[in-house]
């Protein structure tokens, strides 16, 4: 844990929470637990700041959701601890009608307790109907065609309302009132069950029952839920997973689960209070657990993992399944592997045959594609991963000095690979959904939908357009077509920029980007970066020592490679080759031809990626010699960790501008410990610990006391808890991501920032 003494909670709660009481109840709850700040009404919703020690702000946001006003429903929760800025005590604040008056778009909303009620209330006239919502909860963005937000703009415009709901939809007494997607059984979208065929088996509560049969039996389903198909089956029937892993090419990257209640989520993992906050929010993110032990769940659900993404129902259909299934489902979206999520049945019926064997659709539909969101606690905060369902278009509202006196509308494009777009417009920032990886058809035409979408619906004409400084990417491509001006951002310096944001940082910072590959300013491939960031922009102040990487990109699904060039980096071209103990898992003419192409520099880049460094790490200890998915190596090396380990392993940091952080005596230390058959547990360990100095040295050696942490590599919860906890004992203040993924999914935020300071 972090040794700050006084930290400043900044909360922005969504919803029905103005005129039910809810500013005096947070000056209650402020005042007892003796927190400054104030609260504050605007156009968006309730603002707070309080601050104090960590502890009680925690406790503060838990009590904030707890203990409301019965009449209040928070639609969205926005939670981002930061920087005290010496409030002295706790005042309600005069609203704010000088706001930006922006019409904002909601993300979509879980049900809500009262629909939930009804749904399984036999007397209610919507009694088991799968599409009930009400102002407080339902579709949103997922159905949003245009503003300003009325039936006619969203795709219920097909579904004329009935007498009752009219009425209802009229009644400002009504929890319906103005409730744009209002149905019920009469007249809203109906679910209809077909064969791979398109043949209609049945429908309404048949069709549903059917379904949950069907799934119990061990079948797959494809579900056409609110942002688009999911596939779901029995996740206690191991056979039924394995199919769904073979049928969608999926090997083994974990797939989450989702379960009917909080307590069944409890049953099968360890949850804190921060976490079920998560889980039952109105926001119903996939939440990382850290599973009990292997109950009842199939093995093949997440292989040689500790944790486990587990999620709730989120909508009436999902609550109804869940409901007559009585047992845990997988739920992944409905694609092959990398492609966006399918979200019309007929094309589903296409491109999901031969993976599903049934198809549970309705004629309600999906605007744009939403795949779940994916969060989890780290270090005392919460932590995005994927936004999507319930949390885009939200905006970060972005603060500094910077944004503030050159409010430029910026387009900005996002990364090659998690794609998300941005567009700055004011203050805000709206990050689009998690897009995937622009090498995909459809992702990409997921990114060009995107692209066009976001200006219209908020009416802004981006004057600026940033993407990335790589010159192969369909990005940047992309970004010459467009009309406005381009600024290109590199892809480590668009990392910190982002975390500076959402951090409210101004400069002078140094900023620690590590993930896995980006283009470099000198054309090499970067990812163990240290940049030196002041009001002007970055230098590259320090990196990882850089290795020749075999097969440039084939090292990402081959650790090996990574492995290899480490060694040959090490040993050199002629002594390498005699390393027989070292290379046992290349047979002779695979490394014939690596040699060749190490010693002729041919495909073999140079990078300074600490992903890759975690990919040679792993390969070492024997783990992940293949990986079926970026990063897998890299996260089986976490899970080896053993926890309470402080030695380290040594290494150098070699002066110079910039400064090279030679891992040598990392990788030598390690192959020794594996010779005197140290536990994998242990080396793990004393890995993950000399990165952290590896920081916490270049640090000392900047002398810069604002540390900023981002990229995939802070994905690695042991790394960053680590170099959080290392970097608070010597000092220095280190800040990380909460509301923006550490992954490329902020890169988009980042090309804002970054691109914005240019001008
Ligand atoms: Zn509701
Ligand atoms: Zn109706
Ligand atoms: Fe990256």
Redo the contacts with the bound molecule.
Sequence with gaps: MPKLKRERLKVLVRGAVQGVGFRPFVHRLATELLLDGWVLNSSQGVFIEVEGAPAVLRSFLLRLEKERPSRAVIQSLEPSFLDPVGHKRFEIRESDEGGEKTALILPDIA??A??LHELFDSTDRRFRYPF???????PRFSIIEALPYDRAHTSMKKFPMCAECDREYRDPFD?RFHAQPNACPRCGPQVELWSDAGKILARGDGALEEAAGAVRSGRILALKGLGGFQLIVDATNEGAVRRLRERKHREEKPFAVMVSSLAAAQELCRISEMEERLLTSAESPIVLLQRKKEGQLALSIAPRNPNLGVLLPNTPLHHLLLHSLGVPVVATSGNLCNEPICIDEREALERLRGIADLFLVHNRPIVRHMDDSIVRVMAGRELLLRGARGYAPLPIEWQSEVGRQKSKTVLALGAHLKNTVALASGRNVFISQHLGDLENAQSYAAFLGSTADLPRLYDATPKLVACDLHPDYLSTKYAAELSAPVRTVQHHWAHVAACMAENELTPPLLGVAWDGTGFGDDGTVWGGEFLSVDAKGFTRTGHLRQFRLPGGDAAVKEPRRSKLGVLYEIFGGDELWQREDLLQDFTKSELTLLRQTLDKKINAPLTSSAGRLFDATASLLGIGSRASFEGQAAMELEFAVQSGVDESYSFVVREGSPLVVDWQPTILQIIEDLRSDQTRALVGAKFHNALAEMIVTVARRIEQQKVVLSGGCFQNRYLTERTIERLSEEGFRPYWHQRVPPNDGGISLGQVVAATMQE
């Excluded at 009930?132 to 339902?138: A, I, K, L």
């Design positions: 049900t809500c009262d629909c009930t919502n009400c102002t407080n909860c339902g929890r």
